[in-house]
């Protein structure tokens, strides 16, 4: 609330050299019986959008010292200070104003910083691995169409919060005809954080070699990768046993929290 000011005389301000002109202006305006001072300072006067007045109370409204200064000497027994002293009052509330609304739009960025950083910690935290293989190493032949041709145990870190279940897709991008699905694997449960070497999922797909459910890799020549990704969903897949990679595909949009990579290497001797 903006203090009221009396019209009683008060002590003369410090101004700068722009104030001073301003006042002689006003008192020359005064001795000579004009009502406004020069056109300058009217000019001044006037860039708060609103022509001078003689009501000391039209300063809430203006920008310029120099104006409230000329609108002071027109009020009958008012102090040519008084104006200046109320544009200081009125540019410390505007002042007051500009903060609070930094405060809040700062308490807004760290807040909004903060999630990001949660999301991503969260993101970044969720991992895959298997006590079969190194990221990034060979696969053991067990776990290959030249072995057992079952799959390898995985082990994964807690989910984000919000998981609601989890599903696991299986891949070869260097197969000559283009990316191969081993394995689809969905209704996984948010609290299971693994499965053992040769366990099925609740729910399987039909992977690229017409079976429903893990073909190990069987690459016809070179080193091949096969990327396992396990995904954090806020919601079940609603897929029939033996859906397709691209029913799979599909019923993921939209529903994944995070995703965890492991990556195994695999070339037949």
Not at 134 to 154: E, H, R, W, Y
Not at 158 to 167: F, H, I, K, Q
Not at 227 to 246: D, I, M, N
Request: aromatic letters at 8%; glycine letters at 10%.
């Amino acid at each position: 609330m903006v203090p009221e000011i009396g019209l009683a005389e008060v002590a003369p301000a410090r101004r700068d050299d722009d104030e001073h002109r301003a006042d002689g202006e006003c008192e020359a305006a005064k001795l000579h019986g004009r009502s406004f001072p020069s056109r300058t300072t009217r000019s001044r006067c006037r860039r708060g959008q609103v022509g001078c007045s003689s009501s000391a109370i039209a300063c809430l409204f203006w920008v310029s010292p120099q104006c409230c200064s000329y609108a002071a000497t027109l009020e009958p027994g008012a102090s040519r200070t008084l104006g200046q002293d109320f544009a200081g009052q009125i540019h410390l509330l505007r002042l007051t104003r500009r903060l609070k609304r930094m405060g809040r739009f700062l308490a807004s960025a760290v807040l909004v910083a903060a999630t990001l950083a949660t999301s991503a910690a969260g993101a970044t935290h969720f991992t895959l691995r298997s006590p079969g293989f190194a990221s990034g190493a060979m696969i053991p032949v067990q776990f290959t169409c030249d072995g057992k041709n079952v799959s390898p145990a995985l082990h994964w870190s807690t989910p984000p919060t919000g998981t609601r279940s989890l599903a696991l897709i299986m891949e070869d991008p260097d197969a000559p005809g283009g990316t191969f699905t081993h394995w689809l694997a969905w209704g996984i449960a948010a609290s299971a954080r693994g499965l053992r070497a040769g366990q099925r999922a609740p729910r399987e797909g039909t992977n690229d070699a017409g079976r429903i459910g893990y073909t190990g890799p069987c690459p016809p020549a070179g080193v091949h990768r096969y990327v396992f990704r396990l995904y954090a969903l806020e919601a079940a897949l609603k897929l029939a046993q033996g859906a397709s990679r691209a029913q799979f595909l599909t019923a993921l949009r939209g529903r994944s929290l995070a995703v965890a990579r492991l990556v195994g290497r695999y070339c037949r001797s």
